[in-house]
């Protein structure tokens, strides 16, 4: 080859390497509706900034419109991969153009936008969370009365939990080994929803009731304040989701019958490291799975989940540096 042609061909490398863009990441977190929401940022930002990529965070603390204006800020900040987690499933799909004409590649995170075609999405096997729950209470409590208290369904996962519940369920409900005295999806994540809804119920019911399927930690959590109001109101099994700090103690306490663990930290990584290579232009083989959004099949990381309760929690969370052993007390 000719060294002109050779000169002339590592210039144009030089140059091209100079002035490629900055890695840029942009990140919008809905909410911080759990425990897990203050850290899996953290681990997003070290995983991506390691491996050399900027990441820009908007915080909409449960203001879904607010959260819209956030993304198109962060689509508007020469960003090439934009993640979102959202508060509220709806309403994204002209949000979702507007980053695929900006050249944006668009990621689902923990939750799925509706309708509205994602390039991917990043979560768990949402509907497992709920087999694994109701799949506890009927293997310790097959026969009896139980309560189904559900997130709120502005968050797809919701949906998809109390459908993993009602299929372990049907069966012992059509057999009438189960009643179900109350099924709710409530209007927030928040323990004050779960704690009002139970208190409203234990007023109103003098009956017995077998188990609580509260959908994560937070509702587990409120739900047990209000059955600490009443006198004699011992509930067999009430589960949860998330290994919370407060989750675990509760299932020490003999209070919280078992969680569902999801490593976060997994997801997080996984989804920076993705995150990067896609800024890179470069293609992910681990999208394996399809979720559909509504209307689009989304092609998926989905990781799995863990039951948790007082029989295997040093060999799960705390083996796995999730929870320190020192943030817990456990009984003598
Ligand atoms: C997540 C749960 C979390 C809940 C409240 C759901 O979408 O999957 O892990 O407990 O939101 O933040």
Known sequence: MNKKIVFASLCMFLIAACTRE??????????FSSDRWSQEP????????????????????G?????????????????QVLIIFPT???????????????GITVIAYDR???????????????EDVGKQQAQYAVDNRPKGNYIILGGPTSDNNSLLLMQGQKNVLQPYIDRG????LLEKHLETWNSIDAYNE?????????????????ANDELAGGSIMALEMVEDSMVMIITGQDASVGGCQNILNGKQSMTVYKSIRNLAR??????????????????????????????????????VDKNNMKETVIADGFIKEDQLSFAP
Do not use: C
């Not at 007023?203 to 609580?212: E, F, L």
């Open 112 to 126: 799925m936008l509706k309708d509205a075609g994602v390039d991917y999405y990043f979560s768990f096997f949402n």
């Open 88 to 102: 509220s499933a709806d309403n994204w799909a002209p949000i979702v153009e507007e980053a695929h004409k900006a």
């Open 177 to 180: 080994d189960i009643t179900i």
């Open 63 to 79: 203001d879904a419109n607010q959260q819209i204006e956030q993304v198109r800020k962060l689509i508007a900040s020469d960003i």
């Open 198 to 214: 139970m208190q409203t119920f234990l007023d109103k019911n003098k009956v017995k009731i077998d188990a609580i399927l509260a």
């Open 270 to 307: 996984e989804a920076a490291q993705a995150s990067v290579k896609m800024a890179k232009s470069e293609k992910i083989t681990n999208a394996t799975n399809l979720v559909s959004d509504g209307t689009n099949e989304i092609p998926a990381v989905l990781l799995k989940t863990v039951v």
């Open 42 to 61: 953290q681990i997003f930002q070290d995983e991506a900034t390691a491996l050399g990529a900027q990441v820009l965070f908007e915080y909409a603390y």
């Open 22 to 31: 900055p890695l840029k990441i942009g990140f919008s977190v809905g909410d």
